[in-house]
T-cell receptor
């Protein structure tokens, strides 16, 4: 079975540019999570969706970050404008009805120069 | 508020030796507990989970963990470590089963010496 698919795997861009990260959850999963991993803060939740509806976005750092889930098989996390402090690995995870366990994608390593 | 503490940042174990990675959590009720492993450049893979019932849970790759309510701990163990076990290990807690976010510890990096 296909797992959670994230693209791109690596992204290097200059400060001020718009960045879009993409995620395809596992088919049949109705929860989708976006996490960010940094050396300083570890793994932290940014936002999560249930049945395509955002449930908790309290972890989104600021208005520069936005996330959408237009359908059950696709989600995006957008940063506009990007800043060097946004450099991190961004993970998408999905989980089945009932909520756990979460299955993680391989992440997007983002570098903002 | 929930929190997870992994006291050991880095552990080195000889191949074939036993392993125990420590995890302490803070949560008022019985939490849902998880151990994940992350190899370099990879996502997180679930090793095992505890929701209820038997406090000793078995996972993949020969790992097990024991939930001890009195100590607020959920330590991960393996009787004999293989070189391929070198990775970063994360303990995590969820407030309930129903799709809430995971709160992760800072992780423990395991090195395996020959």
């Amino acid at each position: 079975d296909a797992g959670v698919i994230q693209s791109p795997r690596h992204e290097v861009t200059e400060m001020g540019q718009e960045v879009t990260l993409r995620c395809k959850p596992i088919s049949g999963h109705d929860y989708l999570f976006w996490y960010r991993q940094t050396m300083m803060r570890g793994l932290e939740l940014l936002i999560y969706f249930n049945n395509n509806v955002p449930i908790d976005d309290s972890g989104m750092p600021e208005d520069r970050f936005s996330a959408k889930m237009p359908n059950a098989s696709f989600s995006t996390l957008k940063i506009q404008p990007s800043e060097p402090r946004d450099s991190a690995v961004y993970f998408c995870a999905s989980s089945p009805p009932g909520g756990q366990p979460q299955h993680f994608g391989d992440g997007t390593r983002l570098s903002i120069l | 508020a929930q929190s997870v503490t992994q006291p050991d940042i880095h552990i080195t174990v000889s191949e074939g030796a036993s392993l125990e990675l420590r995890c302490n959590y803070s949560y008022g009720a019985t939490p849902y507990l998880f151990w994940y492993v992350q190899s370099p450049g990879q996502g997180l893979q679930l090793l095992l989970k505890y929701f209820s019932g038997d406090t000793l849970v078995q996972g993949i790759k020969g790992f097990e963990a024991e939930f001890k309510r009195s100590q607020s701990s959920f330590n991960l163990r393996k009787p004999s470590v293989h070189w391929s076990d070198a990775a970063e290990y994360f303990c995590a807690v969820a407030a309930n089963q129903a799709g809430t976010a995971l709160i992760f510890g800072k992780g423990t990096t395991l090195s395996v010496s020959s």
